[in-house]
């Protein structure tokens, strides 16, 4: 049997990070299952999502919680058996339009509220290729409920601003 710990760190960017937390996993027997990193501001920011062994899980834990310094946070979740999700299907969002404070606070309410799951979620502010102002991108995989629309979906998106272009596309059809 196996379990999950997913690790977050977070902590001035720096050369070996990622070195550090793989070698600690490596040395308890743990599959790095997968991750998402990124340096944001300067600081790293790293997700990964092992699996281990049950015997090893807690010895595993505790070696991670080690790395935890001033210069490095790191918090570790456990999930033993992960529960039955409801029957979703992924769809890829793509949302362009000016920047303006609450965008994500409204894209997500707009989500959460038709039952709509964000799996992915990458966000940045470009700069507009003729006005020169800067847009605010998404792009999102989302986890949506079977029962909703695109249509339905889409039309909730784009009220949340009418200068806003969204564009949604299924992913992979199976249940997310």
Avoid: Y
Avoid at 43 to 69: C, I, N, P, T
Avoid at 122 to 142: C, D, I, R, W, Y
Avoid at 154 to 168: F, S
């Amino acid at each position: 049997m196996t379990t999950s710990l997913v690790v977050t760190a977070i902590g001035p960017d720096r050369p070996g990070i990622v070195n550090r937390i793989s070698d600690v996993a490596q040395s308890h027997g743990a599959n790095w299952a997968g991750s998402r990193m990124a340096n944001l501001a300067g600081q790293f920011a790293g997700m990964v999502h092992f699996e281990v062994s049950e015997a090893d899980a807690d010895a595993l834990a505790k070696a991670l919680a080690e790395l935890d310094s001033p210069d490095l946070h790191v918090v570790i979740a456990r999930s033993d058996a992960p529960q039955p999700a409801p029957a979703r299907r992924r769809v890829r969002l793509e949302v362009i339009g000016h920047d303006r404070p609450g965008i994500v606070r409204d894209l997500s309410g707009s989500l959460a509220a038709r039952g709509v799951s964000i799996e992915e979620l990458h966000t940045q502010v470009v700069s507009g290729a003729m006005s020169g102002e800067p847009l605010f991108k998404v792009k999102a995989l989302l986890a949506v409920p079977v029962g909703l629309p695109n249509a339905e979906l889409q039309r909730g998106l784009e009220a949340l601003a009418n200068e806003m272009m969204v564009d949604l596309e299924p992913g992979d059809t199976g249940n997310a």
